[in-house]
């Protein structure tokens, strides 16, 4: 491992590739089930419904300010699992790295998701490495897929959703997309927006065990809040109408919106929830939220209503009102 | 906030008949319709959207020479996003976003320097920028031509299409189709030229101009100052956006401008060609001049059959009155630049305006 950078002959499944895992990847996630280091982990099951999710990591450029394409690996699946009332338990971790990554950055990354999952209790399982050619990728790409054990009796989903429902979400919003966007090459600009990427489990327990009747949990990610609340209005056939005034947006996030054309409601997160709740449980929900760090900004930031059947609107700061719609096009591609 | 709307409602009865205020300015069109803002109007006044899109106004034969060239081995297309998508006539077949796809040398970029910097890097290649977009971006295309000069950098060329917008809101003025009783200026163009160029407007058509910003408060304010003056029986030039817009202007940023381009005809989807609205890249830089030093032909083109984004560019139809319009033409996939581009009418129209399935 004295090479500086990763070569072909790391991906070739021979000595070199024995050496990458051994020395870099198992020393960093070592448990009883990956230690064999057997073509598959075995893994024993006790609850009767466990939430099974997967997503891939291709963010560009892969470090950037609040994080780096390793924890968003983690956190990203990790929460796909919590918002299902999932407790995330076990994560498969793919990595296709680009021949000539500096070793040092892959180490950073690997310390990265290593951090991420001690914090938010999951074990990286099973693994596989790949190397393509230079150009063939940007540096690295990462898949996880990920497996939870349900721990709510109320099935959570997007089609759960009823007229009554508050909306609830636990802070400020875009600013993992526009963090990722600060640091692109080509439109580079100075702010001091960090990525909200974070794991979710512990605060979506504390709302979880707040005895209220959650209907549906989402983390906004790709499409930002504008795709969660397109697609509950259409699997729940309601209405949603959001309140812009009560919309937490930070100034330097909307300052790079208007900068770039783009609408904050759109930009991803990384480190949200946005949770749909019995109206009458609201309060409960938010001060479960309060309590914790993740979610001292939480606001209740619209409701859910009969009509107009799969539309969500937006109550402007002037009193008129418009759709929430998503982007089509390739506004923001690479952002996760 | 809500005062403002009831002195527009005030004046709007004031006035009594039905008044047509025109925005001209992409900016504003995105801004009403995010904001809601025609929804608090008084059913006698009414905002429409006029040519104000850069991308929209941008000929169909344009978008056509663009294709053919981005397919010439050597050719490194740059360009701003909105672009990409735009389709151009169906004989040409596609859009840059598709030529991309098939692998011919496409790029974004976030500015004309960008360009500079590809065309440094990449001394093989012949990198092209679209100049396409009103006087807020030509001094940036023209900033990036006199750095390439003094640089000495002989591989950056810009397909010029830029144009200039008093001429077509006059030109709007000439049609009889429309009827136009005051005019929303552009705030980021007046940045650059000042509000005196709106002047003749005034003084020759007696139609009221007020330069706006882009907040929805900035344009209600403007709203009520048109509506004061078609009360009063005024026709001024006044500026609600006066905290970055002068009479004055950036006069750097003209100086640019004039030391690159001159003025020249230009054609315009929706109105055809519109004497002295358009800058042409001088002969001093015609080194950088795509169409001559690199021989591009600007043929006669069709738009697809149908499409009537033309008309919504005038404003006389409303998106919704396109057959093509939510059905042919969607954002997903665009028949005419105006469902294309962040800034088009229909694209606004669409996204945030319509008819919600209840």
């Known amino acids: 491992m004295e090479r500086d950078r990763i070569l072909l002959a790391h991906g070739g499944g021979g000595s070199l590739t024995r050496e990458l895992i051994e020395e870099l990847f198992l020393p960093a996630f070592d448990n009883p089930r990956l230690r064999p280091l057997e073509d598959s982990a075995v893994l024993s099951l006790k609850a009767q419904n466990y939430a099974f999710t997967t997503d891939s990591y291709v963010v560009k450029p892969y470090f950037f300010p609040g994080g780096d394409i390793g924890k968003l690996a983690v956190c990203g699946t990790v929460n796909d699992l919590a918002v299902q009332g999932a407790r995330p338990l076990w994560l498969s971790l793919g990595v296709?790295?680009?021949?000539?990554?500096?070793?040092?950055?892959?180490?950073?990354?690997?310390?990265?998701?290593?951090?991420?999952?001690?914090?938010?209790?999951?074990?990286?399982?099973?693994?596989?490495?790949?190397?393509?050619?230079?150009?063939?990728?940007?540096?690295?790409?990462?898949?996880?897929?990920?497996?939870?054990?349900?721990?709510?009796?109320?099935?959570?989903?997007?089609?759960?959703v009823r007229p009554g429902d508050a909306v609830i979400v636990n802070g400020n919003l875009g600013e993992h997309g526009v963090a990722v966007l600060s640091r692109r090459e080509g439109i580079a600009f100075h702010t001091s927006v960090v990525s909200d990427c974070a794991t979710l489990w512990q605060l979506v327990k504390v709302v979880l065990d707040a005895g209220a009747e959650i209907h549906a949990m989402r983390d906004p990610t790709r499409g930002g809040?504008?795709?969660?609340?397109?697609?509950?209005?259409?699997?729940?056939?309601?209405?949603?109408?959001?309140?812009?005034?009560?919309?937490?947006?930070?100034?330097e996030v909307r300052g790079a919106?208007?900068?770039?054309?783009?609408?904050?409601?759109?930009?991803?997160?990384?480190?949200?929830?946005?949770?749909?709740?019995?109206?009458?449980?609201?309060?409960?929900?938010?001060?479960?939220?309060?309590?914790?760090?993740?979610?001292?900004?939480?606001?209740?930031?619209?409701?859910?209503?009969?009509?107009?059947?799969?539309?969500?609107?937006?109550?402007?700061?002037?009193?008129?009102?418009?759709?929430?719609?998503?982007?089509?096009?390739?506004?923001?591609?690479?952002?996760? | 906030m809500n005062a403002l709307v009831s002195t527009i409602n005030e004046l709007a009865r004031r006035v009594g008949r039905d008044v047509r205020l025109m925005e001209v300015c992409g900016t504003h069109t995105m801004s009403a319709f995010r904001s809601g803002l025609r929804q608090l109007l008084p059913s006698n006044v009414r905002l429409i959207s006029g040519p104000g899109c850069p991308v929209c106004v941008t000929d169909t034969n344009y978008i056509d020479a663009a294709i053919a060239l981005c397919r010439r081995p050597g050719v490194m297309m740059t360009t701003f996003g909105d672009l990409v998508r735009v389709p151009g006539s169906p004989s040409a077949g596609g859009s840059l976003e598709r030529e991309r796809a098939a692998g011919a040398g496409v790029r974004v970029v976030y500015s004309p320097t960008d360009a500079v910097a590809l065309a440094r890097d990449n001394p093989a290649k012949q990198v092209v920028f679209l100049g396409v977009g009103f006087e807020t971006t030509?001094?940036?295309?023209?900033?990036?031509?006199?750095?390439?000069?003094?640089?000495?950098?002989?591989?950056?060329?810009?397909?010029?299409?830029?144009?200039?917008?008093?001429?077509?809101?006059?030109?709007?003025?000439?049609?009889?189709?429309?009827?136009?009783?005051?005019?929303?200026?552009?705030?980021?163009?007046?940045?650059?030229?000042?509000?005196?160029?709106?002047?003749?407007?005034?003084?020759?058509?007696?139609?009221?101009?007020?330069?706006?910003?882009?907040?929805?408060?900035?344009?209600?304010?403007?709203?009520?100052?048109?509506?004061?003056?078609?009360?009063?029986?005024?026709?001024?030039?006044?500026?609600?956006?006066?905290?970055?817009?002068?009479?004055?202007g950036n006069i750097a940023a003209q100086k640019l401008l004039a030391e690159v381009f001159e003025e020249c005809d230009a054609g315009w989807r929706g109105f055809g060609n519109i004497p002295r609205s358009g800058l042409a890249i001088r002969a001093k830089y015609a080194q950088f001049d795509a169409a001559k030093s690199l021989g591009v032909k600007f043929e006669a083109a069709r738009p697809h059959p149908g499409c009537r984004c033309g008309d919504v560019l005038r404003g006389v139809i409303t998106p919704p009155e396109c057959k093509l319009y939510g059905k042919a033409c969607t954002p997903t996939n665009p028949v005419g630049p105006c469902m294309v581009s962040n800034e088009g009418t229909c694209a606004a129209f669409f996204k945030y305006d319509r008819k919600a399935a209840t």
């Open chain 1, 96 to 160: 296709i790295l680009e021949e000539g990554l500096p070793l040092a950055d892959l180490r950073k990354i690997v310390a990265s998701i290593r951090e991420t999952a001690v914090e938010a209790g999951v074990e990286i399982v099973t693994g596989d490495t790949k190397v393509v050619e230079r150009g063939k990728c940007e540096g690295i790409y990462i898949n996880t897929a990920g497996i939870g054990e349900i721990v709510t009796p109320r099935r959570l989903g997007v089609a759960e």
């Open chain 2, 138 to 248: 030509a001094p940036t295309v023209a900033a990036s031509i006199v750095q390439a000069a003094k640089d000495g950098i002989r591989n950056y060329f810009v397909l010029c299409a830029h144009k200039t917008m008093p001429r077509a809101m006059e030109a709007l003025l000439h049609d009889r189709e429309i009827k136009i009783d005051g005019f929303l200026c552009p705030g980021h163009v007046s940045v650059i030229t000042g509000a005196a160029i709106y002047r003749f407007i005034c003084e020759k058509y007696k139609i009221p101009c007020v330069v706006a910003g882009f907040e929805a408060l900035d344009m209600l304010k403007a709203i009520e100052m048109l509506l004061a003056q078609i009360a009063d029986g005024r026709a001024e030039v006044e500026i609600e956006y006066s905290r970055s817009v002068n009479e004055r």
């Open chain 1, 225 to 251: 809040l504008a795709a969660t609340v397109c697609d509950i209005a259409r699997a729940s056939g309601v209405g949603i109408r959001l309140q812009e005034t009560a919309l937490p947006i930070g100034r």
């Open chain 1, 257 to 336: 919106c208007d900068l770039l054309g783009l609408d904050p409601l759109t930009i991803a997160n990384e480190g949200k929830v946005v949770v749909f709740c019995r109206g009458a449980d609201a309060e409960r929900v938010l001060s479960a939220m309060k309590s914790n760090a993740l979610g001292r900004h939480a606001c209740v930031i619209g409701e859910v209503m009969e009509k107009p059947v799969g539309v969500a609107l937006l109550h402007t700061v002037i009193g008129g009102e418009r759709i929430v719609d998503v982007p089509t096009g390739e506004d923001l591609p690479r952002i996760c």
